[in-house]
């Protein structure tokens, strides 16, 4: 009897397989049209399968970049909206590093409003002594979103003046090793706060390409340094610098105004998309890099609405565009040719998982998810008791009340759209809601997986630092990376890198679905004062 049901199972994983090969076969020629579109308008890498590593754990996350930093030889790139108040291990561990390595020099770039709060614990206070001790190796810059200005400036408070824009992306690099994630560097992230973390080992190319990014930014950024080491003299060329406390936050560019900035942002921005594209499409003339069967197509794409650069949009309708196109071409006969009798038709759906923190689904996004059925959309969103605002005094502590509002908004929008497409299925909905729940837990994950069908491992994923809400389409400033698996070999095995890439794909969306639960909006009271805060602020959470 043993026997037997070892035999069926496996068969039952070997069907799985021949069937996980053959939907991705057959989806194929869509991934091929999606990413040569995308070849197009973004920068790309070829990236070996068996140079990436899926981390699963927050405290893997947090030991791998700890490991990382221990071994530093040139260059250390961190990029966050801020650094805990309690990370004294991280701040030793760099300083440790620095004082072995007398050629290694540390860049970071982070969030000023959220590292500048008052106390003194904040992120600016933490890194003084790093900067005293390597003045000339390590070098932190502050971005500051100018959508905060005038009078408003003066009168939000600290806790609150986040909401009109933050430097957003997450980028952890070291040498030519780089971790791509939506985690920031604190306590909560590195213990019980779920989020995604994808780890590039010896990639030269696309580390350059992050460091490069961040460089982009710090003319448009505050410089951090001690107060005692920067007297400011009483002239034009420092007059949007000041002095705080212990430290001075010194402006990089006199000739223009900190508030001013959008245009030569938006230029600097398009202009270093566009050479990195060319730099590649140059490569690629010229027979390099080797595009090998086991690499997968990488592509960036930065998202600053504030700033007139909306790859990510430009992205998700190119995404939907090529899906609807195969799903029409694949599964709709000629008008008039269906069967007498037959109504309707049924399509086996590719599978899409997207989940988000704070899920408030952009609107233009939402408009595609409900207007395109021809994809099965599962999406998580964290409960409220896995929102991070969960419990905080005062207002913000409504936040998650907020988020139920706005789901609830959303799903009475499935529900109006789904009987409109009765030909693709029942007249049920291709989208389900679900919600993330863990004793002790938070939850921050966000991105997409785009599978050929449900019975397969995905195919192309959307990770690192976006929301994929109004915030983070209109506000802050994201740096997320596509990334486009080729096909496997006709007989997969152990060995297959791209494989092996796929199933730790697949795994992570198990792993975040393990604790997933119905969600459970509808029959929460969602109070109208909170209403009334999210009509007002909205595009803010």
């Not at 620095?98 to 000023?112: G, I, R, V």
């Not at 001690?226 to 007059?239: G, M």
Request: hydrophobic share 40%; proline share 6%; aromatic share 10%.
């Amino acid at each position: 009897m043993i026997e037997l049901v070892v035999k069926v199972g496996a068969a039952h994983d070997l069907h799985r397989s021949m069937s996980n090969t053959c939907a991705t076969r057959k989806f194929q020629p869509i991934l091929h049209d999606i990413t040569a579109e995308l070849k197009q308008h973004q920068p790309k890498f070829s990236i070996p399968a068996d140079g990436i590593r899926i981390l699963s754990q927050p405290s893997e996350f947090y030991s791998t970049l700890l490991d990382m930093i221990r071994r530093a030889e040139e260059r250390i790139f961190l990029s966050s909206l801020y650094i805990g108040s309690s990370e004294n291990e991280l701040v030793s561990t760099l300083m440790n590093r620095l004082a072995e390595k007398q050629s290694l020099h540390l860049y970071l770039l982070l969030d000023l409003n959220r590292s500048t709060r008052p106390g003194p614990a904040s992120t600016a206070a933490i890194l003084l002594p790093l900067l005293r001790a390597f003045p000339d190796r390590v070098h932190v810059s502050l971005f500051r979103s100018p959508n905060l200005r005038g009078i408003l400036a003066k009168i939000v408070p600290p806790r609150f003046n986040e909401g009109w824009g933050t430097w957003h992306a997450k980028i952890y690099g070291v040498d030519n090793d780089v971790i791509i994630s939506g985690a920031n560097l604190s306590k909560d992230y590195f213990t019980n706060r779920r989020d995604r973390y994808i780890r590039f080992t010896a990639q030269a190319h696309l580390s350059d390409y992050c460091f490069d990014f961040l460089q982009e930014i710090t003319p448009f950024s505050y410089r951090l340094l001690p107060s005692e080491a920067t007297p400011l003299p009483n002239n034009n060329t420092h007059r949007h610098s000041q002095i705080c406390g212990d430290y001075a936050l010194i402006w990089s560019d006199p000739e223009t105004h900190p508030h001013r900035i959008g245009d030569k942002m938006q230029q600097a921005l398009t202009s270093f998309q566009a050479t990195n594209r060319q730099k590649f499409e140059e490569e690629e003339k010229a027979g390099r890099p080797c595009t090998s069967s086991s690499n997968v197509t990488l592509f960036p794409i930065i998202q600053a609405g504030k700033f007139r650069v909306r790859e990510e949009e430009q992205f998700f309708q190119l995404l939907f565009g090529h899906l609807k196109k195969a799903a029409m071409r694949a599964y709709l006969p000629p008008v008039g040719s269906l069967p007498a009798g037959v109504s309707s038709i049924v399509q086996e759906r590719s599978l899409m998982d997207l989940t988000s923190g704070y899920f408030s689904l952009y609107y233009p996004y939402q408009k595609l998810f409900l207007l395109h059925p021809q994809v099965e959309v599962r999406i998580v969103a964290a409960s409220p008791k896995a929102n991070g605002f969960y419990g905080s005094p005062g207002i913000s502590g409504r936040i998650p009340e907020g988020y139920t509002f706005l789901e609830q908004k959303f799903m009475r929008a499935v529900r109006r759209t789904a009987d409109r497409f009765s030909i693709f299925g029942s007249g049920q909905s291709n989208i389900d809601l679900s919600e993330w729940e863990k004793d002790g837990w938070t939850y921050h994950a966000k991105g997409l997986w785009l599978s050929p069908s449900a019975d397969s491992s995905p195919v192309l994923t959307l990770f690192g630092s976006t929301n994929l809400n109004s915030r983070s389409a209109d506000i802050d400033t994201e740096l997320s990376f596509v990334m486009a698996l080729p096909p496997s070999t006709a007989s997969p095995t152990a060995n297959d890198p791209v494989e092996t890439l796929r199933e730790q794909l697949a795994r992570e969306v198990a792993v975040i679905r393990e604790d997933v639960k119905p969600w459970k909006g509808d029959s929460r009271k969602v109070r109208w004062l909170t209403k009334l805060i999210v009509f007002l602020v909205g595009k803010k959470l």
